[in-house]
């Protein structure tokens, strides 16, 4: 849910026009979308260089894991994952809301892992890998927009 949603339904709920607090955060929400289009348009036009080199950093720093067994079937479903993470940031960034993340990424993600048995440790360490390559990719500003986003999903996953 974006600022604009959000701020619109809670004043809704609470029968009020928008406070004044709550137009100028719209106001800067709009203000910066045109950074936020730029960023997402990076993180999704190079999500493949992201994935693959990401995967490439976590398998040196954990090598064994079933990503890098050589079965092609964990391969590509570890690196589908991964690419459904760097869509969920570029979500963020766009909606300027981490709401999604931690409901669908963190919480979902959490219990999906658990029940598959894969090790949250695992997963945590390679999330890193991949926002180190996409953080590679952004200027400084850029990638302090992004940064949050990739860290809710690290410390959320953390067991």
């Known amino acids: 849910m974006s600022i604009v949603t ?3 339904a ?3 709920r609470e029968a009020r026009y928008l406070s004044p607090g709550e137009l100028h955060a ?9 950074d936020r289009l730029r960023i997402a348009t990076v993180l ?6 992201i994935v693959e080199h990401g995967s490439l950093r976590f398998w040196q720093r954990c090598p064994v894991t079933p990503s890098n067994s050589g079965n092609p079937t ?3 479903s570890c690196q589908r994952d991964q690419a459904w993470y760097v869509r969920l940031v570029s979500y963020g960034v766009m ?8 409901k669908i990424g963190v919480k ?11 090790p949250l440790r695992n997963v945590v360490e390679c999330m890193s890998c991949i926002k180190e390559v996409a953080m590679e990719l952004l200027s400084l500003e850029d990638a302090a927009v992004v940064a949050p986003y ?5 410390q959320g996953l953390t067991p």
């Open 95 to 102: 909606a300027g809301d981490i709401t999604p993340i931690e």
């Open 108 to 118: 979902g993600g959490k219990e999906m892992y658990n029940s598959l048995g894969v």
């Open 150 to 154: 990739f860290d809710c999903i690290i």
């Open 74 to 76: 964990y391969r590509a």
């Open 44 to 49: 999704v036009a190079n999500e493949r260089y």
């Open 26 to 34: 719209i106001g800067e929400y709009f203000a910066a979308g045109s």
């Open 6 to 8: 959000r701020s619109i």
């Open 10 to 12: 809670i004043a809704d």
